[in-house]
């Protein structure tokens, strides 16, 4: 579920069902320390250098990292509206400069939760560009699709932990 929204720009977006409540959820977003245990990004890259500032969490969080296969860049929450929204923007350096905007929205749905991860941003010339050989949405969309999978079962995993 994406494209272009106009030939300028571009949006990446992938939802799941998480059976559990967004409460139980949030954290795991707007904390860039627990993205280790759900993104398959800090997967990718095994010697891949991290730096944290600002608070640990919520606005004003922000995390750098500095790899070989993940390029290097750095995100920081702009807004964190628990438990339902967080905007980050994201900004790569290498392989390539882009400056983009994330967002996690956490709608409830009976007892449990629809996660939405989006990306959206500019539509570079070089963007375009690579756009003639591979498509934005499959190759970050699968990834999308991978970390939201790694967040539901870490999620329900704690959920059922907490109900036993």
């Known amino acids: 579920m994406a494209g272009p ?4 720009t571009f949006r990446v977006e992938r939802s799941i069902a998480i059976d559990a409540p967004a409460q139980a959820i949030f954290p795991h977003i707007d904390d860039f320390h627990a993205w280790g245990a759900w993104s398959p990004f800090e997967k990718r890259d095994p010697v891949l250098a991290k730096t944290y500032s600002g608070p640990a969490s919520g606005k004003g969080a922000a995390y750098a990292w500095a790899g070989k296969k993940a390029g290097s860049g750095r995100m920081e929450i702009v807004s964190s509206e628990a438990p339902r929204k967080i905007v980050i923007q994201l900004d790569f350096t290498k392989p390539m400069t882009a400056h983009n905007t994330a967002e996690f929205t ?10 939405t991860w ?17 498509s934005m949405d499959k190759l970050v969309g699968a990834e999308f699709e991978e970390g939201l999978a790694s967040l539901k079962r870490l999620a329900e995993q704690k959920a059922d932990a907490v109900s036993a």
């Open 5 to 8: 929204l106009n030939a300028d």
């Open 118 to 134: 989006a990306m959206h941003g500019p539509a570079t010339f070089m963007s375009k560009m690579m756009g003639l050989f591979f």
């Open 106 to 115: 956490l709608e409830p749905q009976g007892a449990g939760t629809k996660v």
